[in-house]
């Protein structure tokens, strides 16, 4: 009872020590604040991103398998992330289409087409993406009209300049997105009949894109006639394994193994995770640089604090207070300091985080909260003992008479 009743004592000398000095008290625990402002914020948006990711392909189902220019997933217990799709490797074209299409393990097999651009309609415009397709894609990614029809098969074979416009581009476009079935719409100097609206997924680049033929974009959006890679869907994941070999073997008769990579879903969503815990690490030693400012602040604010309050120092120890109750005072304020700055740190980084949850799916986890706040604690701790021992350490008669 005694020590809790002087740890109590302590946290509330502190605090009058702070009352009497708020505009100090704001400014040193700034920089904890900014700190775990950071490293809440870096964390929540990377979690985000992954979660992001992860969703787009589980939207999809569990048993897709991507094909990719590179080689970038070995497939090997793991994968290695060395920039499948966006370095080396092969364009594929409708030959390989074709040849996986007479794969018959295989139950959906998905050209993939896509381009960011400006989609105009009557006064309006706005960023998009074209997303050239077959008729098997609208059921591999679980895409329904919300509003008119998908494409056809019709559509498809015929190349027809008509589209399915995602939810979100069909509002921007015209307020209400079932009244752009039937209007025109316009990009890269082309022309297209909007036959239907598709759903609302809650993700930028279905919500956002235009769905067209992939045969099409043959001419000035894709005059090599090829596609930035190939989606494949079988019908229950036992089959995977071996659609998977088969696909390989049949694209193996026109490349070589390391012209393009064909990976499960289950070994993405694995290189997905390794990738974003690189890059948390990488974003927590960002943020921590941030905390660590923040210690050096309270250091020297403390040290300063120590200076100022010599004569006290030397009162106090006069009247009988020892050099562990000066220690403890000085470091029970640095400490106070610490999680004041972390917890309001951490109130700041979880509004913002509704606010951007409104555009972005980020997110803060509880391992993240207890780490910095552990973290700014053992910064108070770290960065106030030095001042503490200097306060205790100060000769009695010298402290007061000091000037």
Do not use: C
């Amino acid at each position: 009872m005694k020590t809790k009743n002087s740890y109590l004592h302590l946290i509330k000398s502190a605090f009058a020590d702070f009352a009497r000095n708020k505009t100090r008290t704001l400014l040193t625990s700034l920089g904890i604040t900014i700190g775990v402002l950071s490293v809440v914020l870096l964390i929540a948006l990377g979690l985000g991103l992954k979660n992001y990711i992860e969703d787009q392909f589980e939207s999809m189902g569990a048993n897709l398998i991507l094909i990719l220019p590179g080689s970038g997933f070995t497939g090997e217990g793991g994968a290695s992330f060395g920039g499948a799709g966006t370095v080396g490797g092969v364009n594929f074209d409708e030959k390989d289409l074709n040849s996986l299409k007479r794969v018959s393990e295989l139950d959906y097999v998905v050209p993939i087409f896509m381009k960011g651009t400006s989609i105009e309609s009557t006064g309006e415009k706005s960023y998009g993406y074209i997303m050239g397709i077959n008729e098997d894609g609208f059921k591999l990614m679980n895409i329904e009209a919300q509003y008119g029809r998908i494409l056809t098969k019709s559509d498809i074979q015929s190349g027809s300049k008509v589209g399915v416009l995602g939810f979100t581009i069909a509002e921007k476009l015209f307020g209400d997105p079932k009244n752009a079935v039937g209007k025109t719409v316009r990009f890269e100097k082309q022309r297209y009949k909007v036959v239907g609206v598709s759903e609302k997924k809650g993700d930028n680049e279905t919500d956002g894109a235009i769905f067209i033929s992939y045969k099409a974009t043959y001419g000035s959006l894709n005059p090599d006639k090829t596609f930035w890679s190939l989606y494949l869907g079988v019908e229950s994941e036992e089959a995977i394994p071996v659609a998977k070999k088969k696909a390989e073997e049949a694209l193996l008769k026109r490349y070589n193994e390391d012209d393009f990579s064909v990976t499960e879903q289950s070994e993405l969503l694995t290189s997905i995770n390794q990738i974003f815990s690189i890059i948390n690490t990488v974003l927590v030693a960002i943020g921590s640089i941030s905390l660590l400012v923040g210690g050096v602040g309270i250091m020297n604010i403390m040290y300063a604090t120590v200076t100022e309050r010599t004569k006290e120092i030397g009162i106090r120890r006069a009247i009988g207070a020892t050099q562990k109750d000066i220690l403890n005072q000085f470091l029970a304020e640095s400490i106070v300091l610490s999680i004041m700055g972390g917890l309001l740190g951490l109130i700041l980084a979880t509004l913002i985080v509704l606010i951007v949850r409104i555009f972005f799916p980020a997110s803060i986890n509880v391992f993240s909260v207890v780490v910095t706040l552990l973290i700014s604690t053992a910064i108070g701790v770290i960065f106030g003992v030095f001042p503490a021992r200097r306060a205790a350490k100060l000769p009695p008669i010298e402290a007061i008479r000091f000037e």
